[in-house]
């Protein structure tokens, strides 16, 4: 069956860096686009990035402003979410999700900014 995990979360203060990872399996990895998404306590569920099948088209939610980069590895069915300059505000759970019906999430990892 589809699997989602993701991993790489952690405690990092404002301006640091994160890359998660999430790998897949139950299905054709490089026949799917791939995205992330996040959750913070007591907010709706938010959009962060997405990466097609093949890797050449990306896209990111408004408040990334070119702090993060979304890339896969069909080699080897993962998908990584680099974060850079990590504010306070981008604490949340961030999940791996896998579009389409049914549509496949991952349990999420926990990030947080904090000095």
């Known amino acids: 069956q589809v699997q989602l995990v993701e991993a790489g979360g952690g405690l990092v203060q404002p301006g640091g860096s994160l890359r998660l990872s999430c790998a897949a399996s139950?299905?054709?990895?490089?026949?799917?686009?791939m995205s992330w998404y996040r959750q913070a306590p007591g907010k709706e569920r938010e959009f962060v990035a997405r990466?097609?099948?093949?890797?050449?088209?990306?896209k990111y939610g408004d408040f990334v402003e070119g702090r993060f980069t979304i890339s896969r590895d069909n080699a080897k069915n993962m998908m990584y979410l680099q974060m850079n300059n990590l504010k306070l505000e981008d604490t949340a759970v961030y999940l791996c999700?896998?579009?389409?019906?049914?549509?496949?999430w991952g349990q999420g990892t926990q990030v947080t900014v904090s000095s």
């Open positions: 999700n896998r579009p389409g019906t049914p549509e496949y």
């Open positions: 139950g299905f054709t990895f490089g026949d799917y686009g």
């Open positions: 990466i097609s099948g093949r890797g050449k088209s990306t």
